[in-house]
Every structure is written in C-alpha cells, then in structure tokens.
C-alpha cells in the first residue's frame, strides 16, 4: 500500500526537474498525479513514463502565470475527480542579474511565475481541496526565500514572499481542513542551476557551506514533498521545511 493510495494529486511545472521527480514518487506511492507544465511536450512525456509503468497520471498544458490556464485545468480537474488532496506549487524560474540594471520586464517575469503564479493556483485550487476530507498545499519556496546572494535578490524577493504567503494561507485554510506549507530546497542540480553549477569555483563554494558535503538531488525534494503530502505530517502548518543538507544550519 503506497503512502498516497486514493489521493488525488496535481503538481505544476512537473516537466521537468524537482517538480518532474514529485510527480513521479506520488505516482509510484499511488497517487492519481496531474502533471501540468507550461512545457507541453514536456508534460505529456512524464505522463506517459508513469503510466508506461502501470501508475495513474494525466497531463496538461499549463502556464501558472496565466489566469485562464489554471483556471481551466482547474475545471477539468473538478469535472475528472471533484477533489484534490495534494497541490504543490513548483513551477518557478530565475532570471539572474544584478538588481541595479534590473529591468521592468525581467522582475515582472520574476515575479509573474514565482510568486503571482503560487497566488492564482492556491487561489483558483481552494474549491478543489476543500472537497478533500485531508488536503495538502505545498509551496515551493527556496532557501534563498530568506538570505541575499549576488545576482538573486529578484529571486529572493519573489521565495520570500512564498514564504509569508503560506503562513498567511495557512491561517485562511486551516477551517477548510487543508493544511498548507512551504518546502524550501537548498541546492539542487537541475536545469535551473545548471549554468551557475558549470562554474566549478562556484559548485566548491557551495559545497564546502554543506554539511552533507554534496549538492542537492531531485529526489531528495520529492521525498520531502512526499512527506506534506502524505497524512505523515498531519500535525504541519505553516511551517517551512527546509532541505539543503544543512547548507543554512552553518555560517
Ligand atoms: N534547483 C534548485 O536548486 C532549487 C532550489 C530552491 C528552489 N527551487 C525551486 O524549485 C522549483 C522547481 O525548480 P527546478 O530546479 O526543478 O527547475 P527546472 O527548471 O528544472 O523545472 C522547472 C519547471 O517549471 C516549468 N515552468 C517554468 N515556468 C512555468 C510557468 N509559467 N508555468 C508552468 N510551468 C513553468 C518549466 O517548464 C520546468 O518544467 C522552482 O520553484 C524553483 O524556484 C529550485
């Protein structure tokens, strides 16, 4: 019996990434998983590899920071299931630069997917998980959420602000029965950081500032992610889960 048998799960910016491996170990823990993703192509494939292997997943075209598309998966999700138990907010992006030649446009697309992006699906999700009779929200946040770095204040602005969100949702929700928090991941190989990780000057940085002394793996998040999703962690609000091997624990 897997740790999420009978739970209706949707997951954005599944494509790809931490999001993508989420999706999958839902999957595999017997969920029935929506794989959303602005990426298409991307999201139909990680679709169609959990059902290849006999698990529950459909797929949609979704781009979190436009409001017609999360309300029509919405629908559609209403319409296919009545309820979701798990939600996870992942889809995000990072455009990096100094903040002083920052331009409109680039803290606008900043800000349209991390953090306006997180707004509208918990939003436009409320109905969906208050059907549920335990439901999960999950928030990907990041542990840049609550520290400064050169060339990620745009980003941390928009995590941080994930971060106060949640806790404000958390409050809203907690009559509905629907818990809600943030997991805030450390360093994590993806394509995100790839650029950033091909400078081995700084890939040795941020090592040496991990206690576990390695990098971040997708899987580690989506174990975690597992963990808010699942009835283990029924006691949880509010609360952020950081998973960085212990990267912020030390100076
Ligand atoms: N990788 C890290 O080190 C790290 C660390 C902390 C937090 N995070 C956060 O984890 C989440 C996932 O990041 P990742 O590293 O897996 O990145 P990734 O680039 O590998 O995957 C992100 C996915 O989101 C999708 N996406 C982008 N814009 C979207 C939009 N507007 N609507 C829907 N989908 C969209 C992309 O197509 C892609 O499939 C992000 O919120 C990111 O900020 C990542």
Redesign the pocket.
């Given at each position: 019996m897997g740790r999420l048998e009978n739970k209706i799960a949707l997951v954005?910016?599944s494509?790809?990434?931490?999001?993508r491996a989420t999706a999958e170990l839902f999957a595999a823990e017997g969920a029935v998983v929506y794989v959303t993703?602005?990426?298409a192509a991307?999201a139909e494939a990680v679709a169609g590899g959990i059902t290849a292997k006999g698990q529950t997943a459909h797929w949609a075209a979704?781009?979190?920071?436009k409001g017609q598309d999360v309300s029509s998966v919405m629908r559609r999700v209403k319409a296919e299931q009545g309820r979701l138990d798990v939600l996870v907010n992942?889809?995000?992006?990072?455009v990096r630069g100094d903040f002083r030649h920052m331009s409109d446009a680039d803290w606008v697309k900043l800000r349209e997917?991390?953090l306006d992006?997180v707004v509208r699906v918990a939003r436009d999700g409320f109905d969906l998980l208050r059907a549920s009779p335990s439901a999960s929200l999950i928030n990907?946040a990041?542990?840049m959420g609550s520290r400064g770095l050169r060339q990620l204040t745009g980003y941390s602005a928009t995590k941080g602000a994930v971060v106060a969100l949640t806790k404000g949702l958390a409050f809203e929700y907690a009559p509905f029965k629907i818990r809600v928090n943030t997991l805030s991941?450390?360093?994590?190989e993806?394509?995100?950081?790839e650029r950033i990780l091909r400078n081995p000057i700084f890939e040795k940085w941020l090592i040496d500032r991990t206690l576990l002394k390695r990098l971040?793996k997708?899987e580690d998040i989506a174990k975690a992610a597992l963990f808010l999703a699942s009835d283990d962690s029924v006691y949880m609000t509010g609360a952020e889960l950081v998973v960085d091997g212990g990267m912020t624990a030390s100076l």
């Open positions: 954005t910016g494509g790809n990434g931490i999001g993703d602005v990426d991307a979704m781009d979190v920071s992942n889809a995000g992006l990072n997917v991390n992006g990907v990041s542990i991941p450390g360093y994590v993806t394509a995100l950081t971040g997708v």
